[in-house]
C-alpha cells in the first residue's frame, strides 16, 4: 500500500529534501509551507495519512499543527522535525539534520511505513 505524507516545513531547502527522500520511500508526499496550508492540504485530501512537521515555523508552530490535524483525524500519524526543540505530547521526533536511513528507522518505528 502507498502511503500519502504531508510534510510541512517553512524551509524550501529543507522541505524539498525531506519530500525527495519520502518519495524515494515509494511514498506519495504532499507538501505545505505553513500550518495553515497543511490544515487546507488535509481538508483536501483525504489519502493523507501521515504528517511530518516542522516543529518551529512562524505563526502556527508544528506542536499547534498537530493538535488541530489529531482532532480533525484522530487515527492520522505524526512525526516532528526539529533543530532544537524538546519533544513534546508523545509525540515521535528526529532531529534534523537527519540522514536518509535515520528517517527510513523512524518512519518504520513510528508509522509502520518503508
Known amino acids: 500500500m502507498r502511503h500519502t505524507v504531508l510534510v510541512v516545513d517553512d524551509d524550501p531547502a529543507v522541505l524539498d529534501v525531506v519530500v525527495d527522500m519520502l518519495e ?4 506519495e ?23 511530518i512537521t516542522d516543529i518551529n515555523m ?3 508552530d508544528g ?15 505524526i512525526l516532528q522535525l526539529s533543530g532544537r526543540e524538546p519533544r513534546r505530547d508523545g509525540l515521535p521526533m528526529i532531529r534534523k539534520p537527519f ?7 523512524v518512519m518504520q518505528r513510528t508509522t509502520g511505513v518503508c
Do not use: T, W
Request: proline share 4%; with cysteine; net charge neutral.
Open 24 to 27: 524515494e520511500l515509494g511514498c
Open 63 to 77: 506542536h499547534e499543527l498537530a493538535e488541530l490535524a489529531r482532532r480533525r483525524r484522530p487515527a492520522l500519524k
Open 29 to 51: 508526499v504532499v507538501s505545505a509551507h505553513s500550518g495553515a496550508e497543511a490544515l487546507d492540504r488535509l481538508r483536501q485530501n483525504q489519502k493523507i495519512s501521515i504528517l
Open 58 to 60: 512562524p505563526g502556527m
Open 99 to 105: 540522514s536518509f536511513e535515520e528517517l527510513v528507522e
